[in-house]
């Protein structure tokens, strides 16, 4: 079982872009003979249709993009869970050098800012990336620079059971803050963000935004309270 893989993609109205990316999961990742589980958010267009199709399992959950991650974590019944975005943003032979790099790992994070990687996004998103990644290395020492990045292959066992109070892209950091209090082993791969395929993007910036920092003064003062001791709940 060590060496089973479910891919697991949370969905909102990816009709369009789902099937096509299973498909190329599935070629990229032929070895790992990976299971599929997509967790949707309640989409009103043929993403359920398009997954069922293409050979995914298909869950429901309304409450939000963080509540869908953490179910597939906890569903996958695999030594290993890939998660990536379902907009075509995260590309499916990417997908391959994250799985080849698990030696030795307990989670590796597909990173714009790793040698090798990038994005395709506009200057303004790049930056604020990059001011999230400085903020959260100053503030939080979490063990990854690409503290947003959606793209990751994790250790099931040592992610399942973990339920940061978070609700939006946020998951991201606070997981990694699981991994540092856990003491995983984190590497960084470098992979290409490009740019959506069909449909509207669903980021928010405001909204997103100041879930992030909120998330980054709670992480701030949870690793304080983990390295002095104290409880920690991530």
């Not at 030696?103 to 994070?109: C, G, K, P, R, Y």
């Not at 996004?121 to 990336?129: E, I, V, W």
């Not at 947003?148 to 109070?165: D, K, V």
């Amino acid at each position: 079982m060590s060496d089973t893989l479910t891919v697991v993609l949370p969905t909102l109205n990816e009709g369009g872009n789902i099937g096509p990316l299973l498909a190329g999961l599935r070629e990229s990742l032929a070895g790992a003979r990976p299971q599929f589980l997509v967790v949707d958010g309640g989409s009103s267009d043929r993403t359920r249709a398009e997954a069922e199709a293409a050979g995914a399992t298909v869950r429901e959950n309304l409450q939000g993009y963080a509540a869908s991650l953490l179910q597939g974590l906890r569903e996958a019944g695999t030594g290993w869970v890939l998660v990536l975005d379902a907009d075509g943003s995260h590309r499916p032979e990417d997908a391959r050098l994250l799985w080849e790099a698990r030696t030795d790992a307990d989670l590796v994070v597909g990173s714009r800012f790793a040698k090798g990687g990038g994005s395709a996004g506009s200057a303004y998103r790049r930056f604020l990336s990059r001011l999230l990644a400085g903020l959260f290395a100053t503030f939080a020492r979490l063990p990854a620079r690409d503290v947003s990045s959606g793209f990751r292959l994790y250790r099931q066992a040592m992610f399942a059971e973990a339920a940061p109070p978070v609700r939006f892209f946020e998951v991201q950091p606070a997981l990694l803050a699981h991994a540092k209090v856990k003491g995983a082993r984190v590497k960084e791969v470098g992979i290409f963000y490009a740019q959506r395929g069909a449909g509207r993007s669903k980021n928010r910036i405001w909204t997103y935004g100041w879930a992030f920092l909120r998330c980054l003064w709670r992480l701030r003062r949870q690793m304080r309270g983990a390295s002095t001791g104290g409880a920690s709940r991530l």
